[in-house]
């Protein structure tokens, strides 16, 4: 591990300008690729205090073992020679976007005498046209056998276009009509070239206008009593508007546009691309990258941007591109895209309409994207055996954890306290030993405490039921047991203890679930915390954290667990307070109905009126007995009063003369 200080630069050595600059190790490695508008400044910001890095950026720093860099004249020069710089170094601790597979293309070689349709994969060649890219190349299949109707163009290889020529005879599509047959000179290489340009702009977006010309020509034939030619030409736009249906019209405005939408967490980011064109999405196509260096989500995007259009220029670069946030130098960036395209291309995030509509669309597939990511990860036997192994070895464990436990606490403002716990065995969920748990101790806010309760009131009923029976049947305090039978010599719910307690937060959550455990006199189940900040994993009693590798799959086993305990947590902290504002005075009346409750308050107005009625003013109400009706006046009168309504414009009290609810 290098000191930052020993190969800092001299002051006035750095110039304040832009630039971009690069990190060597020790072997002269490149291991990191960065740019700035001000050299001087941006630099400067390395060479702090170790404690004051961000842990990703300070284990760069100490891996480095030197820092060069390069002065340019514009921030757009900078942008340009950081990409070029970040494609042949292949820098380490760089964010580096791949495919999470290789998209297929509908491509159209106009480099060829006659140009061919065909699915192409992998890097892009020059003089090629590309549509897409596509999610799967049975879908370029079915459009381009829609197309080749109206445009025969050539889809045989190289080999079969050969022996065609030399035989005197086309291939099958040739007699069908999909294919001109360029092979036996039917068209000439011109001709061909232009229905190879004809499908180019169709599958471009320049529908509308080839349609109406087909139709046109559909309308004279028919005026002419050429009937067979217009009944082929109404088969044309039918096919043609068979392939325009499988690409929805998204954007009313017929937009060309590309949206990027992300999904992140600590550790790992996913980008989804739509690829928008006429209005209709073309294409889409997404990454997952892990997140090496300190970056938001607006530096996400910029590298997003720069490895999306690095290598394209003209049409493949469109209008416009709507992204979730701005780079810190959107001008720079826009400024570049528009080169690459070669004329002004907008860059903004949209704030309202389809388009907006649109990218959260875009963000739910990448969110989707993280999360079955995720989950094949940790679906893998092999991961997981090898998470369960790293987990072991960090926490100094006599064996692997394959029964995991993991706690957390959820509130509102020291409302609603509640606690899960969530079980994955053998690194999968087990949903069915999932618990809730309330917070009975104490009112109001206090993580630490409500730890040590949960710990406490779990482990309870284990040490409770281990000495009844020698079985271990613990149940949370407001659950049902599980119904399971004496003598079918199955396990009950709970049946075997956890060799790991995860709890979610860091080393005073730690402290008070340790606490509890020895309170009870249980030595023999390990404890520790992930802490979401920086996810570090905590210990008892150790000043600092453990420190998992970004890529190790313990990481990703502990993170998902927590997570998982999160939103359950959540799920049942929302549902509690989402009962509580809809709880009325009349549920405390017995065999009263929703249909009942909605025809007194109907019938009233409101609940503080319907608590000012007599017994005889509520048996007026269709399907109110006095028997009924005393009950109700019960209830009201028996019910605490209900806090103020308060206008939160103005901020005074209101009265409440209608309009509660039951």
């Known amino acids: 591990m290098a000191d930052p200080s020993s190969y800092r630069p001299k ?6 300008s832009p630039g971009v600059y690069k990190f060597r190790d020790e072997h002269r490695r490149v291991i990191y690729v960065g740019k700035a508008k001000s050299l001087r400044q941006r630099l400067a910001n390395y060479f702090q205090p170790l404690t004051s890095l961000h842990p990703r950026t300070a284990t760069m720093v100490t ?19 950081e990409y070029s710089w970040i494609k042949e170094f292949d820098p380490r601790f760089n964010v580096k976007y791949r495919d999470d597979k290789s998209y297929p293309y509908l491509a159209v070689t106009m480099n060829e005498e006659f140009p061919r349709v ?29 197309m080749l109707r109206v445009f025969p163009v050539r889809t045989c290889s190289a080999g079969v276009f050969r022996n065609a020529a030399s035989a005197g005879r086309p291939c099958l599509l040739g007699y069908i009509g999909k294919c001109s047959a360029p092979c036996v000179g039917r068209v000439t290489p011109e001709e061909h070239r232009e229905l190879a340009d004809d499908f180019c702009d169709f599958m471009a977006g320049r529908t509308g206008t080839y349609i109406r010309r087909l139709e046109k020509q559909m309308m004279i034939a028919a005026e002419d009593m050429e009937y067979e030619k217009a009944a082929r030409l109404r088969d044309d736009i039918e096919a043609l508007r068979r392939a325009m249906e499988k690409s929805a019209v998204v954007l009313a405005d017929a937009t060309d546009a590309d949206l ?28 997952v990258t892990d997140k090496v260096e300190a970056v938001d989500t607006a530096g996400l995007v910029e590298h997003a941007l720069q490895q999306l259009y690095g290598e394209e220029s003209g049409e493949a670069v469109p209008k416009e591109v ?26 903004r995030v949209p ?38 192994e790293e987990i072991a070895e960090a926490l100094d464990l006599d064996s692997a954890p394959l029964r995991i436990e993991c706690f957390d606490i959820s509130h509102l403002q020291g409302e609603d306290v509640v606690a899960s716990m969530v079980v994955f065995e053998d690194g999968l969920p087990r949903k069915s030993e999932y618990r809730r748990f309330q917070i009975k101790g104490f009112e109001g806010q206090d993580d630490v405490r409500s730890m040590h309760e949960v710990i406490s009131r779990r482990f309870k009923r284990y040490l409770a039921e281990k000495d009844r029976t020698g079985e271990w049947e613990p149940v949370a305090e407001g659950e049902v047991p599980a119904e399971s039978s004496e003598d079918d010599g199955r396990p009950k719910r709970f049946a075997y203890p956890p060799q790991l307690v995860v709890v979610d937060g860091g080393q005073p959550q730690v402290a008070a679930a340790r606490r509890a455990l020895d309170e009870l006199g249980i030595d023999d189940v390990a404890v520790c915390g992930l802490a979401k900040r920086l996810e570090e994993v905590w210990l008892p009693g150790d000043d600092d954290p453990v420190v998992l590798p970004r890529s190790s799959e313990g990481l990703y086993l502990l993170q998902r667990v927590r997570d998982t305990a999160h939103d359950f947590a959540i799920r049942y902290q929302r549902s509690k307070r989402t009962k509580r504002i809809r709880t009325s005075p009349l549920d405390a009346v017995p065999g009263l109905g929703e249909s009942r409750k909605q025809a007194l308050i109907k019938h009233f107005g409101s609940v ?13 109400v269709p399907g109110f007995g006095r028997k009924t009706a005393e009950a109700v006046a019960v209830a009201l009168a028996q019910a605490a009063p209900a806090a103020p309504a308060v206008n939160t414009a103005t901020g005074e009290i209101m009265e409440d003369d209608g309009g509660a609810t039951a």
């Open 63 to 81: 891996t480095a073992a030197s820092v060069e860099w390069t002065v340019v004249s514009t921030e757009v020069e900078a942008l340009q020679l």
């Open 322 to 347: 709507l992204v979730p946030a701005l780079p810190e130098d959107a001008e720079s960036v826009s400024a570049w895209l528009s080169g690459r395209r070669g004329s002004l291309v907008s860059l």
């Open 11 to 16: 002051p006035g050595q750095i110039p304040d």
């Open 118 to 146: 065909q699915v192409m994969r992998g890097h892009k060649k020059k003089g090629v046209r590309y549509f897409g890219p596509y999610a799967h190349a049975w879908a370029i299949r079915e459009t381009v056998d829609l």
């Open 351 to 388: 704030q309202r309409g389809d388009k907006k509509d649109l990218m959260e669309t875009v963000a739910r597939n990448a969110q989707q994207a993280l999360v079955l990511h995720k989950t094949k990860r940790a679906s893998d036997l092999t991961t997981r055996s090898r998470a369960l």
């Open 608 to 620: 503080k009126r319907l608590k000012q009625a007599t017994i005889e003013q509520i048996c007026e």
């Open 260 to 287: 990027i939408a992300l999904a992140e967490d600590e550790l790992e980011a996913a980008v989804q691309i739509f690829h928008v064109r006429g209005g209709r999405v073309r294409g889409q196509r997404g990454w």
